[in-house]
């Protein structure tokens, strides 16, 4: 089975997986959406989107660079 990668704990998540950090991400941006937050809150919840949308576009961007790597060395091998 695939090791799920944490996210790296200086960028302030923790330990998250990509799909609690993704989930989390969703819940953020309805709570945006939905309003009924003090302008504090509403900044704090939109800076905790960008690390969190960060973080998951990293995961998502090393997933593709590794396969395009396999890709690679299977057309070199075929």
């Known amino acids: 089975m695939a090791e799920k ?3 790296p704990a200086e960028d ?13 991400l969703v819940e953020t941006v309805r709570r945006l959406e939905a309003g009924g937050t003090t302008l504090e809150e ?3 919840l939109w ?3 960008e690390r969190l949308a960060t973080a998951c576009q990293g995961w ?9 790597a396999v ?3 299977d057309a070199e091998q075929g």
Do not use: H, P, V
């Open 5 to 7: 990668k944490k996210a």
């Open 12 to 24: 302030g998540l923790g330990d998250l997986t990509y799909e609690q950090a993704r989930e989390e």
């Open 42 to 44: 509403s900044l704090a």
């Open 47 to 49: 800076e905790r989107g």
């Open 60 to 68: 998502l961007d090393g997933a593709r660079e590794r396969l395009e």
């Open 71 to 73: 890709l690679e060395k």
